[in-house]
Each structure stands twice: as C-alpha cells, then as structure tokens.
C-alpha cells in the first residue's frame, strides 16, 4: 500500500514567485493536515481537512499561503508571493480517523522548500 | 499555551550504548503524548504513545512514560544500534482533537559502530 507521497521532495525559488506542494495520502483517508517545520523550530501545525472541508486553519501564517483539496483526494499547498522565511519543510500527513479514535497519523517525507 | 521541549542535540553514541533523550511538556489539558521518529529520507513514523498518566509506550526496544508528576515523557532504549539513526520528535495531542500535534524541536541521533 502507497503511503502518504509529497511533491516536489525540493523546491528552490526566488522570493516573491509562486510555489504549489502537492499532497497525496493513503487511499480511503478522509483526514488530510499539513505540517511545517522551518529551520531550527518546531513542527507546526497548519491545518486539518476532512474530505474537502478544511476542519481548522488556525495555524496557516498569513494569506499568502492556500491549501486546497479538491474532490476529498489531493491536496496542494500554494505559497503567493515567497518569503525568505517561508523556507522549510512543509509536511503533509493522513488518517483513516481522528487521532482519539485510536487511529495513526502517518506523514509523508516532506517538501522541502528554500526560498532565495 | 501548550509546549513540548527536548534535549538540545545532535546526540552521538557507539553501538550497544544506552539512550536516553529528555522531553518534558506543558499542557492546559490532559494530552497523549508521542514520540515520532523521521529515518533519513523517510517521513515521520510513529515510534510510541501514551495516552494517560503512567502509561509505558513501547516499539522497536524503546520505552518512554508518561509522567504526570515530573510533566515527561524520556525516551530510553537500552542498546542502541546504528539503525536507530535518525531524529526523534516528541509531541502532544488531545483525543478530542486529533490533528494539532505539538512537536518540540527534534533530537537528532547518530549511532556509530
């Protein structure tokens, strides 16, 4: 079975151009987040969708970033215009069921962004 | 608000050595606690959880419990092999909201021969 696949594992931009990370997780999870852990921090959560609907997004840090998840599958991750400090790695990681429920979490490798 | 701290690595230790990598929390609430463990070019696994005080996790020959009186939750192995490798994330969530984990920094471990 496929685990959670991230694309582009890399990504190197010049600071005010536009970056879209895609996410893909396991097949039949309807809870999809995306994490981010910038150089030297920790691992932030950004937001949480179930299905298409975005749970919460409290942890998105401005507006220049947009994830969406289209038809409750895949998902991207869209930074407009690039910041310096939005280098790092962005995670993205699926679940079957809410993690009370006693269900796992599983993430992918990250993509891996450095913004120029 | 709710926090994870760990020990500061990276941490070297020789093959066989005992390991230990400190985390301590505060929480409002009363979370479950986890320790994530990311191999180099993986993603983050789960390693180990505990869900209530006093509570043991334990996977692959590591153990850590969750101490509610000291807010921690150490992760040990008794003999580490060079497969152990990796950075080691501790973290905590509440059942009633499964996706904000809180992580602290990562411990990088490396385990030479």
């Known amino acids: 079975e496929a685990g959670v696949t991230q694309f582009p594992s890399h990504s190197v931009i010049e600071k005010g151009q536009t970056v879209t990370l895609r996410c893909d997780p396991i097949?039949?999870?309807?809870?999809l987040y995306w994490y981010r852990r910038v150089m030297g921090k920790e691992i932030k959560f950004l937001l949480h969708?179930?299905?298409?609907?975005?749970?919460?997004e409290s942890g998105m840090p401005n507006n220049r970033f947009l994830a969406e998840r289209t038809g409750g599958t895949y998902s991207t991750l869209k930074v407009q215009p690039a910041e310096l400090e939005d280098s790092g790695v962005y995670f993205c990681?699926?679940?079957?069921?809410?993690?009370?429920?006693?269900?796992?979490?599983?993430f992918g490798e990250g993509s891996w962004l450095t913004v120029v | 608000g709710d926090s994870v701290t760990q020990m500061e690595g990276p941490v070297t230790l020789s093959e066989e050595a005992f390991l230990t990598i400190n985390c301590t929390y505060t929480a409002t609430g009363y979370p479950s606690l986890f320790w994530y463990v990311q191999y180099p070019g993986e993603g983050l696994q789960l390693l180990l959880k505990a869900t209530k005080a006093d509570d043991k996790g334990s996977n692959k020959g590591f153990e850590a419990t969750y101490r509610k009186e000291t807010t921690s939750f150490h992760l040990e192995k008794g003999s580490v092999q060079v497969s152990d490798s990796a950075v080691y994330f501790c973290a905590l969530g509440y059942s009633n909201s499964g996706y904000a984990l809180n992580f602290g920094k990562g411990t990088s471990l490396l385990v030479t021969p």
């Open positions: 969708f179930v299905k298409e609907s975005k749970q919460d």
């Open positions: 990681a699926s679940s079957q069921g809410a993690l009370g429920s006693g269900n796992t979490i599983y």
């Open positions: 097949s039949g999870h309807d809870n």
